[in-house]
């Protein structure tokens, strides 16, 4: 192909997508104007970016999309982890590169770690951007599991980069599960969602293993307090599951 077909070619490929994820946003933010989202405990996150630290609000990654609505104009910075198996299917490679292009639209930055030659060289260009001053948000139990339980993850970060923890609690009234690990929920049109902040969480630089498995139980036991919360607030009953009951397979 010439040169000046192939630069046409381009152009409107770069439209293309670029009108594509214009109108998935805005079918997205219409979609979100007909949900009610109720924030509790904002104030502890207002009161953390006053201090002059970053936060690093951590999620369940099945609770994700209310969440990263409600505060996409925080300027937050998103890890994207990357499955290096040779036999990951093409078509999950092209729903994870969409998504992250929708993220990016939504005003989040996002740092994909398939730019990197390993997930080690992905996380510390993260720890990085944090150093910087930027805040984020995390899935506590991604990207692979097991669901609802907190990794080292956050407690790493928040040792390596000064980041504050905060934790959240989220509960929609009405929605469907996607059928995938994470159970990852997905709202009716015209739904009540809650979203709890919890207490802000610091991890000292100087933290050793003992005290960051510590700092990853009190992460992993306020988050669950946190989601009794939100469950309360919006009216449902209060179901408090031990650590066993939470690991057993439905």
Not at 102 to 127: N, P, T
Not at 163 to 178: A, D, K, M, N, R
Not at 231 to 250: D, H, K, M
Request: charged letters at 25%; glycine letters at 8%.
């Amino acid at each position: 192909m010439p040169a000046p077909l192939r630069r046409l070619a381009a152009q409107i490929s770069g439209w293309g997508f670029y009108l594509a994820t214009t109108l998935i946003v805005e079918a997205f933010l219409f979609f979100e104007c007909t949900l009610d989202v109720r924030v509790y405990g904002m104030e502890k996150f207002k009161e953390v970016k006053r201090a002059g630290r970053n936060p690093l609000l951590v999620i369940w990654h099945g609770q994700g999309m209310i969440p990263m609505a409600a505060f996409r104009d925080e300027r937050l910075c998103l890890y994207a982890s990357h499955a290096r198996d040779p036999n990951y299917k093409k078509y999950l490679q092209a729903i994870r590169w969409w998504t992250l292009r929708f993220i990016e639209r939504m005003g989040y930055r996002v740092l994909d770690a398939s730019q990197f030659k390993s997930e080690s060289r992905g996380v510390m260009q993260f720890v990085d951007i944090l150093r910087s001053g930027t805040g984020s948000v995390i899935a506590a139990d991604g990207p692979q599991g097991p669901i609802y339980r907190a990794k080292a993850g956050p407690t790493f970060l928040a040792k390596k980069a000064d980041v504050v923890l905060i934790p959240l609690g989220v509960v929609i009234s009405g929605g469907f599960e996607l059928d995938q690990w994470d159970r990852f929920e997905i709202p009716w049109p015209f739904a009540r969602a809650v979203i709890v902040i919890g207490e802000p969480i610091v991890v000292s630089s100087k933290a050793r293993d003992k005290e960051l498995e510590a700092a990853r139980l009190e992460l992993e036991t306020s988050m669950h307090a946190l989601t009794e919360e939100a469950r309360r607030r919006i009216g449902f009953p209060v179901t408090v599951l031990s650590a066993a009951q939470r690991e057993a397979p439905n």
